[in-house]
């Protein structure tokens, strides 16, 4: 069986990392990639690196022709731009992957306090299905729309649940996330915060006790938990293209060891194929250019400290929604990914 697939945002990083992975999926087609772009761009010149690989123009977004070509679309669109194009798919029985902040956080007025502008799809919000397949492949299989994670919230939430379905092992309101990003994770488009001299060379905090994926993270990690999660999250942007690196605190409210703990993690993630749970200490480097994960957990003064890495671009972002993509359509889900 093959599925025609449709890209929006073609010209960003996310979209270009889309149309690798599904390039060599045995079961997908790309048949549509969509931009602003009036000149209408082949995707070869927008991204050389797909050059000779994928013979497609850029087209602009109309609803009635990508729902006549595509079965499934991944909109690799700003949050705030994609709740449009999403509803206008949805309402042409289109299933519909999207990266953006959009449809992951539930209440609408949660939406509006932490992106400020009102939700403007609170009918297909209340059907999304939050895409972490460690957490919910069979909400995903059956979904029309997936909210694929941010890329943060994917390392803190992976690595943090195995502790939160665990009980009362850690306390739920004194967790907190220490997060660096690589500068990709920022996208494509060019802001002042990654113009080269301001990055290179530099780490910096940002958005310190406000950022947006804090919500997110508390959300899913409640509903892991069954009682009210609260963080403090802290995102940094470092000096490198691609990576996250994650750091958990958590204080442990029952006396255990390392050995205990990582068998707890091991417990959690078995029969998961991008979760690698290791015993030696993770690094960007090491999951670069892959869709796993990689976690571990030491106890330090009483606390489980949790370090957790990934590529944002891929298990943060292009590959968990292939491998949602994979779930929706019944395909093995690791196909293209390993
Ligand atoms: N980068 C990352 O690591 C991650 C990103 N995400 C999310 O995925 C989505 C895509 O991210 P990414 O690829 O990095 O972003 P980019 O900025 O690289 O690309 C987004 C593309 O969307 C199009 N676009 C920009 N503004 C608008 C607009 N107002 N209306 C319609 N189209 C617009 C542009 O394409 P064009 O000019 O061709 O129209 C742009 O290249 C975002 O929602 C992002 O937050 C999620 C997880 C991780
Ligand atoms: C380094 C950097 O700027 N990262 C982005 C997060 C990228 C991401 O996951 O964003 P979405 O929630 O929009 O999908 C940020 O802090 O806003």
Redesign the pocket.
């Known amino acids: 069986m093959t599925i025609d697939v449709a890209i929006l945002?073609?010209?960003?990083?996310?979209?270009l990392e889309l149309a690798k992975i599904l390039l060599r999926h045995p079961n997908a087609r790309v048949v549509a990639v969509t931009?602003?772009?009036e000149e209408q761009p082949a995707m070869a010149d927008v991204h050389p690196s797909l050059t000779g690989r994928l013979d497609l123009r850029?087209e602009p977004f109309d609803p009635d022709t990508i729902a006549a070509k595509a079965q499934c679309v991944f909109c690799?669109?700003?949050?705030g731009?994609?709740m449009a194009a999403v509803r206008d798919l949805l309402a042409r029985g289109v299933r519909v992957i999207d990266?953006?902040?959009d449809y992951r956080l539930r209440d609408p007025n949660v939406y509006a306090e932490w992106y400020g502008a009102s939700h403007a799809d609170t009918e297909n919000l209340e059907h999304a299905v939050y895409g972490l397949p460690e957490l919910w492949a069979d909400e995903i299989s059956k979904a029309r729309l997936i909210a694929?994670p941010?890329?943060y919230p994917t390392s803190a939430i992976l690595g943090l649940a195995p502790l939160l379905a665990a009980g009362d092992l850690i306390d739920p309101k004194g967790i907190i996330v220490d997060s660096k990003s690589g500068v990709?994770?920022?996208?494509?488009?060019p802001k002042l915060m990654t113009h080269f001299p301001e990055c290179n060379e530099n780490v910096e905090a940002y958005n310190v006790g406000w950022h947006r994926h804090t919500p997110e993270i508390e959300q899913i990690l409640s509903d892991v938990s069954g009682t009210g999660v609260e963080v403090i999250f802290t995102p940094h942007l470092i000096p490198m293209d691609r990576g996250i690196f994650t750091t958990s605190y958590a204080p442990l409210q029952r006396t255990v060891d390392e050995k205990q703990l990582l068998e707890i993690f091991r417990d959690f993630y078995r029969g998961k194929p991008f979760v690698r749970v290791i015993e030696h200490l993770p690094a960007t480097k090491d999951t670069v250019g892959s869709n796993f994960l990689d976690v571990t957990v030491r106890v330090v003064r009483q606390r489980a400290v949790v370090m957790s890495c990934e590529d944002?671009?891929l298990k943060?972002?292009s590959g968990a929604a292939v491998q949602n993509f994979n779930l929706m359509f019944g395909f093995p889900e690791t196909t293209a990914l390993l």
Do not use: V
């Not at 690799?76 to 949050?79: D, I, R, S, V």
């Not at 990709?184 to 488009?189: L, S």
């Open positions: 945002g073609a010209s960003g990083y996310t979209a931009s602003r772009d850029c690799a669109l700003p949050h731009a994609s990266l953006s902040a694929n941010g890329c990709t994770g920022a996208g494509r488009t944002n671009l943060g972002a």
